[in-house]
């Protein structure tokens, strides 16, 4: 329970986040956004590690244990805010909201059937509910806008 | 097309995390930190250099701006953690939740200095068949 409460309070902390990243964007440029980001993240980094640096028993031989693409996860987040900076003005916030989040409830379920962590009915119903309920609250916003872009054009 | 590339992001989010999630079992949450993040930071690096960038000038912009990088350091450290203990479609289908709440309330009250949107009534509806695939994730 306390796992779902965390994984739950960590997606309101990426809106957060979100907010915050285009803020500064806006002051100093986007990619350079990211690099004061990754600075600060990695300085807040070795301050936990410090602080929790009874607690680590990490051995070298762990390292030579893992397989080189697990490494990635740094690199994938670099290019992943490349395309969103490419790709979202484009295709606009709210479609790509929904967009981003069928691949990656899609990509999830697939990779918990590839890696065998626990794949079941349950995890492909409950992702098509999940996804029925986006698309249901998306449309909801769709009509909105239209309909505000109407108002908006019949006052000028 | 950028559609395509929009869908791509969010799998690779999703691949993002497993990749994180792993790692972190191999080498211990706090170890996994940095490492994730010094690879970030070479990678931004690589691209602001290969894209001829100029460095930010940090004169004037506000200290709260900066907190974005600590709150990646907790999303990353949690994610990892769920991963170990949910399974990463229910960790990124919680985090979905998460993130359409907080983006209702915030357009709701107009917090951050964004525009009010009130929360529409219909959207209800949504969020309870949201619910309902959530708790069909964790029950069976």
């Known amino acids: ?156 | 097309m950028y559609k395509l590339f929009v869908v791509l992001s969010g799998i690779l989010v999703a691949l993002m995390v497993t990749c994180n999630g792993i790692l972190s079992n191999y080498i211990g949450d706090y170890p996994a930190l940095i490492l994730i993040h010094g690879v970030g930071l070479i990678t931004i690096i690589a691209v602001l250099i290969l894209k001829k960038q100029r460095l930010p000038k940090l004169k004037g912009v506000p200290i709260y701006l900066l907190s974005a990088g600590a709150l990646g350091v907790f999303m990353i450290f949690s994610n990892n953690i769920c991963f170990t203990y949910l399974g990463i479609s229910l960790t990124v289908a919680l985090g979905l939740l998460g993130q359409a709440i907080a983006s209702c309330i915030i357009d709701h009250f107009g917090l951050f200095g964004m525009e009010i949107s009130k929360f529409q009534k219909e959207k209800i509806i949504g969020f309870i068949l949201i619910f309902a695939g959530i708790a069909c994730m964790v029950i069976y």
Not at chain 1, 85 to 109: C, D, E, H, R, W
């Open chain 1, 1 to 156: 329970m306390v796992y779902i409460i965390m994984a739950f309070l960590t997606g309101c902390i990426v809106i957060l986040s979100l907010v915050i990243n285009s803020k500064l964007a806006i002051e100093i440029g986007t990619l350079q956004g990211a690099l004061i980001n990754y600075v600060v993240g990695l300085l807040f980094s070795i301050l936990v590690l410090l602080f929790n640096y009874k607690h680590i028993d990490t051995t070298i031989k762990a390292f030579s244990d893992i397989p080189l693409w697990i490494y990635l996860g740094g690199f994938i987040g670099v290019m992943v805010i490349l395309i969103n900076n490419n790709a979202i003005p484009k295709v606009g916030a709210v479609y790509s909201t929904l967009l981003i989040f069928m691949g990656q409830l899609s990509m999830g379920v697939a990779i918990d059937f590839l890696i065998g962590n626990s794949i079941s009915t349950g995890k492909i119903v409950g992702g098509l509910l999940i996804l029925a309920g986006m698309l249901y609250n998306f449309h909801i916003d769709k009509k909105n806008l239209i309909s505000l872009s109407i108002s908006q054009q019949t006052n000028q």
